[in-house]
């Protein structure tokens, strides 16, 4: 993983962000930057479309969170229904949320959330990856608000450890270990053109398709070719 220009960021944790290879490693970043600005707990969920139905276990793709906390809430309660939910796709500005806010213009207030799930106060950061892919960097705990310096910082820094996690760990799972080529190929499927088809378009024999056709099927873990194209786009490896 190439070192980005260090004239460019300059953070306390520099080192570790280089040196931080899997979840683990990402774990214990955040995990530790949660602690120093106050919080007790961090989530990095991603974001889906707007309207589809969303479930916070689902959605974390790393937490600290108690065990069996999310999908407790999953059980009473539906994330989409959330004001805090719902401003994520008004804004993408980091927002402190507490758990005695005022209800604004009429509509709920933020306790809905924090009362569900347990806590009194969350930090919520959105952050985007490189490809466009949209998530959102939470912190959670019972403590005091957060003043103006620490949140810039945390801001920047939670940004900064995204950057690292998102390229380092969550690009290689995004991909599925799948060539170019594979993509290619899986992209032209889920057009709905057929071998014979996709060998004319990317100048292969039609065997060649169906060889990387099974290879895809083999790396997705998936049985058909529906299967497969779902899978694709539901980890977000073709739009």
């Known amino acids: 993983m190439p ?7 300059r953070y306390d944790f520099e080192s570790d ?26 989530g990095i969920l991603q974001l889906a479309n ?16 108690p065990a069996g906390l999310a999908e407790t809430y999953d059980k009473r309660h539906r994330l989409n229904d959330s004001a805090i939910f719902k401003s994520f796709y008004k804004s993408t500005i980091p927002t402190v ?15 809905d959330f924090l009362d569900q799930i347990g806590f009194d106060m969350a930090l919520a950061i959105p ?17 005091e608000d957060i003043g103006r310096s620490a949140h810039y910082e945390i801001c920047y820094e939670a940004n900064c450890a995204f950057d690292y996690f998102y390229r380092k760990v969550l690009a290689n799972k995004a ?24 060998a004319l378009i990317v100048s292969v024999s039609e065997h060649t398709v169906n060889s990387h056709t ?8 998936v049985v058909n ?15």
């Open 3 to 9: 070192v980005l220009n260090k004239h460019y960021r």
């Open 127 to 143: 952050v985007h990856s490189i490809a466009g892919t949209r998530y959102v960097v939470l912190f959670l705990g019972d403590g």
């Open 50 to 65: 707007e309207h589809e139905t969303s479930h916070l276990a689902g959605r974390l793709v790393l937490h600290d969170l």
């Open 175 to 198: 991909g599925m270990g799948l060539t170019p080529r594979e993509t290619e190929i899986l992209r032209w499927i889920s057009y709905g053109k057929t071998a014979s088809e996709i």
């Open 214 to 221: 099974a290879t895809i099927l083999k790396k997705l873990d």
């Open 97 to 111: 949320w507490r758990s005695d806010d005022p209800p604004e213009n009429g509509t709920v207030g933020s306790s």
């Open 17 to 42: 962000l280089e040196k931080a290879l899997n979840r683990v490693d990402f774990f214990r970043i955040f995990h530790t930057l949660a602690l120093r600005y106050g919080f007790e707990h961090f």
């Open 225 to 239: 070719r529906t299967q497969m194209v779902a899978k694709a786009i539901r980890e977000q490896i073709i739009q």
